[in-house]
């Protein structure tokens, strides 16, 4: 049963939304995993929006760093999103090291992966826009697009969202 889906776009595109009708198409109680860390109120408010999307038959699970530590064996998961759990991750230490973040997000994502599950990804190509100026911006955004390119290798399908339409990218 262990499948892997990564889902990717840009910012609005109909990521989670797709994920979520994916995960309710494959499993009548499917597990979503919230990896974000509340940083304002306008975030809060986004993630309030997503929860009231989901209804009851959804578990939900949130965890900003240690997904492997939640067994899902035999369950169908939404991780909503690559991004963000990547975000607490790479801000974690004060250094802010791209390849240290890296290795420790390949690992914690191989753990996690081990189990016998299927996992919908969800994540961001923030790498399609501009060069940012600003040299932090820059390494996370190198981090992000290496993590992306590890999952899709390991995934056993890969959706590009494009204006809320799925472009199947990997089959």
């Known amino acids: 049963m262990r499948k892997i889906i990564l889902i990717t776009g840009g910012q609005r595109s109909g990521k989670s939304n797709h994920a979520e009708q994916l995960a309710l198409s494959l499993a009548d109680n499917p597990v979503y ?20 999307r989901r209804g009851p038959q959804w578990t939900n699970i949130e965890e900003e760093k240690y997904l492997s530590r939640h067994d899902l064996t035999g369950r169908v998961a939404v991780i909503d ?46 790498g399609s826009g501009g060069v940012s100026v600003d040299a932090v911006q ?31 990218v990997k089959t």
């Open 33 to 52: 995993v919230a990896t974000a860390h509340i940083w304002d109120e306008e975030f809060r408010e986004r993630v309030r929006s997503h929860q009231e």
């Open 81 to 126: 999103c690559v991004t963000l759990w990547l975000t607490n991750l790479f801000f974690e230490g004060q250094n802010q090291d791209t390849q240290q973040t890296l290795a420790a997000a390949k690992e914690e994502f191989d753990r996690f992966t081990a189990q016998d599950a299927t996992f919908i990804f969800v994540t961001n190509e923030i």
């Open 138 to 168: 820059r390494r996370f955004t190198d981090l992000q697009g290496w993590m992306n390119q590890y999952i899709a290798a390991r995934a056993d399908e890969v959706i590009l969202m494009v204006s809320g339409i799925p472009v199947k």
